[in-house]
């Protein structure tokens, strides 16, 4: 044993060992370093949600102000924003985020009714729609695009408070406030639902039918092709582009991608080639 110990090897093994401890402790001192620095920026807002979850998760897909679209039942045009997108080996998660400081009256299902003082100190009471009733279309809209992937599972949904000072009249695990969301998300990731492949083509699905939302949006906006999305959701040129750059038959097939399950994931990687062969362009000017 003696012999063992004071051989080389074990030298070695602990020089590794050491250099893998520093590259962690590196590592999870660099992290802490990105988040202290998002919440200097503290501000009641989704963009601040976003920013903290992408220093705190940076091998998630973690998307904003993603546009949802899909013609449903007797041709009903269904359509929303979600305010973030998480999507993870633990799941698929739509946050909706609701800003300012006061009282929730916050049901699960149901109308909610705000109470905040206005700049005169006067209580106001305010009716909005309830988060989590709001996004079930959408939900169930994704769930229908990763059962094209052969990903059978539930899209969550969670609704974080981002103001400093706010009361809840129900609290429950799915009603966050910002302090709370880091370790509701690291909890819902070790449940790890999706393996590794199932995780990159969860990715793939999702991101193409956003990009195809925001480029369908985008030109009926500004005149069939005025504009053109790049690969960051939020940003735009001017550069022009051709209006019947995308196919027709396509667009009306992926009006209707998510009623077709066996078809949404192939139609899909149709989707991102079309708009990336309008991207490529717009990118070598």
């Not at 009471?125 to 059962?147: H, M, Q, R, S, Y």
């Not at 400093?164 to 406030?177: D, F």
Request: net charge negative.
């Amino acid at each position: 044993m003696l012999e063992f110990m004071l051989s080389p090897w074990i030298f070695y093994f602990l020089m590794i060992l050491g250099m893998i401890l520093t590259v962690l402790l590196i590592v999870k001192a660099t992290k802490l370093f990105i988040t202290s620095h998002v919440w200097e920026k503290y501000n009641d807002d989704s963009v601040f949600a976003y920013d903290l979850l992408c220093a705190e998760f940076p091998d998630a897909c973690i998307l904003k102000d993603v546009p949802v679209s899909s013609t449903g039942a007797k041709n009903v045009q269904i359509s929303q924003s979600i305010d973030i997108l998480y999507v993870s080996r633990g799941g698929v998660i739509i946050i909706s985020v609701v800003n300012g400081t006061g009282a929730f009256d916050n049901p699960k299902t149901g109308t909610w009714r705000y109470r905040y003082p206005d700049a005169n100190g006067k209580p106001v009471t305010l009716n909005i729609p309830n988060p989590f009733d709001v996004t079930i279309p959408a939900a169930n809209i994704l769930e229908g695009l990763l059962a094209g992937e052969k990903i059978f599972l539930d899209v969550n949904r969670v609704v974080v408070f981002t103001g400093s000072k706010i009361g809840l009249t129900n609290k429950y695990p799915e009603a966050l406030s910002i302090n709370e969301l880091t370790a509701y998300i690291r909890a819902f990731d070790m449940r790890a639902v999706m393996n590794g492949p199932q995780f990159r083509s969860a990715t793939t699905t999702i991101t193409a039918f956003a990009q195809y939302n925001q480029h369908k949006n985008l030109t009926a906006r500004h005149n069939l092709g005025s504009q053109t999305v790049s690969k960051d959701f939020g940003e735009t040129d001017s550069n022009p582009t051709n209006a019947d750059a995308l196919n027709p038959e396509l667009i009306n097939k992926a009006a209707t991608a998510t009623d077709d399950n066996d078809e949404a994931a192939a139609l899909l990687r149709e989707i991102q080639i079309e708009i990336d062969k309008e991207i490529k362009p717009s990118e070598n000017n």
